[in-house]
Every structure is written in structure tokens, then in C-alpha cells.
Nanobody, 123 residues
Framework: QVQLVESGGGLVQAGGSLRLSCAAS????????MAWFRQAPGKEREFVSRINWPGGSTAYAQSVKGRFTISRDNAKNTVDLQMNNLKPEDTAVYYC????????????????RGQGTQVTVSS
């Protein structure tokens, strides 16, 4: 069983930066994609970003393009999300997801999903 654990959330002022990290518990985990999602209070969970294996291609939601960067460390089996120029509307619980077969933007179709980390951006 693979567990995904997010870290790096917190409180930051608008315009600031945070770096989220997602670690997979099993070194044998070989995903074809890992993604970040977020859910703001009263809203549905939404796709934020994805990175694929083996080529490393990435995808971003339009709302974060140019501000967020997803990256991976194959040796550590981690995926990071660098978030710059944060805005109050980025406030949400951020979740990591990964799958050995699925590459896409649907939370429900990822086999492994984390518990989330809170990001709060003050104005």
C-alpha cells in the first residue's frame, strides 16, 4: 500500500511563496503521473498541476499558470509544488495524488491520494 504525505502548507501573505512537498511511502511506487489538487471552503476540489513519467511533461490549471511550478525528485520519490505570487483565492487544502496507470485531471481516478495540507493566503 502506498501512502502519500503532503507537507509545507502554512499561512503566508499575498504575494508570498510556499513550497509544498508530497512524499510516497513506498520506494517501489512507480507512478505514471502525480498531481496536485486543491479544495477551498465551499467549493469543489479542483485540479492544480500534474507531472508525468517518464518524460516529465507538466500541466497546470489556467489559474496558477506562470505562478506555480511542479517538479519531481525521482531519487527521493517526491513531487514538489512551488507556489509564487500567492493570492487570497489560492487559499485551500492542497492534496497530492498519484497513479501507476492514470494520467489525467480527475481526482477520483487517482489510486493513491494524500490527506492534504492547508494553505492560507492573507490579503
Amino acid at each position: 500500500q502506498v501512502q502519500l504525505v503532503e507537507s509545507g502548507g502554512g499561512l503566508v501573505q499575498a504575494g508570498g511563496s510556499l513550497r509544498l512537498s508530497c512524499a510516497a511511502s513506498a520506494r517501489t511506487f512507480r507512478p505514471v503521473a502525480m498531481a496536485w489538487f486543491r479544495q477551498a471552503p465551499g467549493k469543489e476540489r479542483e485540479f492544480v498541476s500534474r507531472i508525468n513519467w517518464p518524460g516529465g511533461s507538466t500541466a497546470y490549471a489556467q489559474s496558477v499558470k506562470g505562478r506555480f511550478t511542479i517538479s519531481r525528485d525521482n531519487a527521493k520519490n517526491t513531487v514538489d509544488l512551488q507556489m509564487n505570487n500567492l493570492k487570497p483565492e489560492d487559499t485551500a487544502v492542497y492534496y497530492c495524488a498519484g497513479d501507476p496507470n492514470y494520467r489525467g485531471s480527475s481526482w477520483a481516478l487517482y489510486q493513491y491520494r494524500g490527506q492534504g495540507t492547508q494553505v492560507t493566503v492573507s490579503s
